[in-house]
């Protein structure tokens, strides 16, 4: 009926999927919504990795994941490492690493080992899902790379001239000391989400800054992370200003606009440092909160940002590397909502909330996320601003004129019940005047 369609479009303007993970479906709770998945994958994603099959391995893992969570944007670490990987040496370059995703996506044959057929890939476990747009970082450390895979395309949102940026570089300025996102790069994606659906698009950042204890370390970690803060606060948000990058030290990139105000930023990654347990303001709390003063906070409207709480379902455990929470997300929540968070550990799941994308494995699918990487992946569904939906808009044009009436008409002389307004399952001249109200009142 479209009574029913009016309803689903004004609230959620998507239909609605289960989130049961509890009986095996992690899909979203809402179309709508858009997954954002971070995972460091321990240099299981590289060019010369001999172990593309459908075998117990760590590529075999990763793939029946990623096909089980379907992220709309997924955002990995650790990636091209071939020494890592034991399998190679160096780091693959951008172009390999390309061709290497593609492989863990599609599937193929492999041009590294022989022309041999790729048997594990996304697709072949999720064949209706895809990640077309890929961004590999032109930064490396020498060892990987950071990437960023998105379901929508990447545009230009803030008049740069690109929609791609392997990593920012800052004179000093305010808090932020100069440099730039750190020793592997802070890669941001701009990302353009439907019209027909978001009222704005998306900005992604990814990064994994340097790991160790050192004040070397933490040095590194911090500068990174006041850089990265002030590129939220001044060059995405302006500082209150209207204009990009008012006081001119962000080198690169070179905006000529702000963010549009329905267009959050989520930032994520492996930051390499537990908020709970270093005893200092470190990456995460920088990144959401600047200085932390009453009005600098890194979200759009000058409040704080906010990092993500997500923990396993089955226990509670919030620990994503051992006995710490190394991986992030966070995000603007003044314009997007973290709807549901989560990390996900297949070694705590019954045989019940198995995703179907576990059958077949050669071995029991709670080995799945052990085999696959050191850590674990953070997983956040957003609600972000929905465009506004006219239900007097009969033809669905946009505008408002004779030719929608003419429609509404149409449906409900022809016995419609579409033309059902009221949602008593009956046409009658209450319809007609429920229709008429909405479309004189503009909505």
Request: one cysteine or more; hydrophobic letters at 35%.
């Amino acid at each position: 009926m479209r009574l029913a369609c009016l309803v689903i479009s004004c609230v959620a303007s998507a239909a609605f999927a289960q989130w049961d993970p509890f009986n095996g479906d992690w899909s979203k709770a809402d179309d709508a919504q858009i997954r954002v998945m971070t995972w460091n994958v321990q240099d299981c994603i590289c060019s010369s990795s001999t172990r593309k099959f459908d075998s117990i391995s760590d590529w075999n893992a990763t793939v029946r994941i990623v096909a089980a969570m379907r992220p709309d944007v997924l955002i990995l670490q650790e990636t091209g490492d071939n020494s890592g990987n034991g399998t190679g040496s160096g780091v693959d370059s951008v172009s390999e690493l390309l061709t290497t995703l593609d492989l863990f996506l599609h599937g193929g044959n492999d041009p590294f080992n022989g022309n041999t057929a790729v048997t594990s890939y996304v697709q072949k476990f999720a064949p209706d899902y895809d990640l077309p747009h890929l961004f590999v970082s032109a930064t490396t450390d020498g060892f990987n790379r950071n990437v960023v895979l998105s379901r929508h395309p990447f545009a230009d949102l803030d008049g740069d001239g690109t929609s791609q940026i392997s990593n920012p570089i800052f004179i000093p300025d305010e808090y932020a000391p100069g440099g730039s996102g750190g020793i592997r790069g802070f890669q941001f994606a701009e990302i353009d989400l439907p019209d027909g659906t978001y009222e704005g698009d998306l900005v992604v950042g990814n990064a994994h800054l340097k790991s160790g204890g050192t004040s070397d370390d933490q040095s590194q970690r911090l500068n990174a992370s006041r850089n990265i803060a002030y590129l939220l606060q001044y060059q995405y948000n302006g500082n209150g200003t209207g204009s990009a990058d008012p006081n001119g030290a962000v080198i690169v990139p070179s905006a000529s606009n702000i963010l549009d105000p329905a267009t959050p930023v989520v930032l994520g990654g492996d930051w390499n440092e537990d908020e709970s347990s270093n005893g200092r303001r470190g990456p995460a709390e920088w990144m959401t909160r600047a200085e932390g003063l009453s009005n600098d906070g890194t979200d759009r409207d000058g409040t704080d940002a906010v990092w993500d709480s997500a923990s396993n379902i089955f226990n509670g455990d919030t620990d994503t590397r051992g006995a710490s929470k190394l991986d992030y997300l966070a995000w603007q929540d003044s314009i997007a909502t973290g709807a549901t968070q989560f990390i996900f550990d297949s070694r705590d799941l019954t045989s019940n909330a198995m995703p179907p994308e576990f059958d077949g494995f050669p071995i029991t699918g709670t080995t799945l996320s052990g085999l696959a990487s050191d850590h674990l992946p953070v997983i956040v569904d957003f609600d972000l601003p929905l465009l506004a939906v006219c239900p007097a808009d009969w033809n669905g044009d946009t505008v408002l004129d004779i030719f929608d009436v003419l429609a509404f008409l149409g449906d409900f002389q022809g016995g419609s019940l579409n033309a059902d307004i009221t949602g008593d399952g009956l046409l009658d001249i209450f319809d007609v005047l429920a229709y008429l109200g909405l479309f004189e009142a503009g909505c």
